[in-house]
């Protein structure tokens, strides 16, 4: 059955569970796993990967579904889930697998924020003293992200309008808010002077409220999207020099 049509392969190889015996379990729950893991469907992926982990009668075949699992859960994000399965491979592995195992714990405590752990875990990977020291500096740049306080943004954008947004580095959404919230409070002021503190209350003031809350709380967003995309990048950043240190050491 070719991979290239994963949905018409995971059909047949359910009917071929349905009708078959026990010993079709060993080689088609991989398969079903391997179809879900194209499709993109990583949930699923990881259920048939346990299947195949407890089908298999080998130590080194469930030491492969079970990486295969882990794989599957960390690409879902579900780090937490994906840190249990660590613990059910060997203690003692090949060192092939040995570096595989540790490059999963580093993206699994990354991804739990446990960013000493992860230190620790994708250090193991590099050899030469420039590539562990381009490690530790990606990991303390991490140290101003924790700075960010999206609550914080929140606070001074409710005092002046715009104001955490460009705290969290939005600065053209930060001057565009206080642009328009300034314009509402004047239309708010001009209204009360014009004609009454009533009108201004019924016509103006409800508008000014519904876009300085909407404010506020874009800005507290704006800083949580920060944080996510500069983790992000400090991540690339120490999986590309990790890269390259395998690559380096392979080709030695």
């Known amino acids: ?22 010993d079709f379990q060993q080689k088609v729950f991989p398969n079903i796993a391997e179809c879900y893991f194209l499709l993109g469907n990583y949930s ?39 840190k249990v399965e660590i613990l059910n491979l060997p203690d003692k592995l090949a060192p092939p697998l040995a570096k595989k195992k540790s490059l999963y714990e580093g993206i699994i405590y990354y991804g739990l924020g446990d960013y000493e752990a992860s230190k620790e875990s994708f250090l193991i990977l590099v050899s030469e003293e420039n590539q562990k020291k381009a490690v530790l500096e990606s990991f303390s740049k991490l140290k101003k992200v924790e700075k960010i306080n999206p609550k914080k943004a929140r606070v001074m954008s409710m005092i002046i309008p715009g104001l955490g947004h460009i705290y969290a580095g939005d600065v053209r959404n930060g001057i565009n808010s206080l642009l328009l919230n300034g314009g509402f409070a004047y239309l708010t002021l001009q209204t009360m ?60």
């Open 44 to 82: 699923s992926a990881a259920r048939y990967y346990d299947l195949a982990y407890f089908a298999a009668t080998t130590d080194t075949a469930k030491t492969d579904f079970t990486f295969k699992k882990i794989e599957s859960l960390i690409r879902e994000k579900s780090f937490l889930f994906a």
């Open 193 to 252: 002077f014009n004609y009454s503190l009533w009108d201004a209350a019924i016509s103006i003031l409800p508008w000014y409220q519904r876009y300085h809350m909407g404010g506020y709380n874009r800005a507290e967003e704006a800083a949580h999207e920060k944080i996510r995309n500069k983790t992000a990048e400090i991540f690339e950043e120490i999986i590309v020099t990790v890269a390259f240190a395998q690559s380096s050491t392979r080709n030695k």
């Open 1 to 22: 059955m070719q991979l290239n049509q994963p949905e018409k392969a995971i059909a047949a190889f359910q009917r071929v569970l349905f009708f078959g015996d026990e």
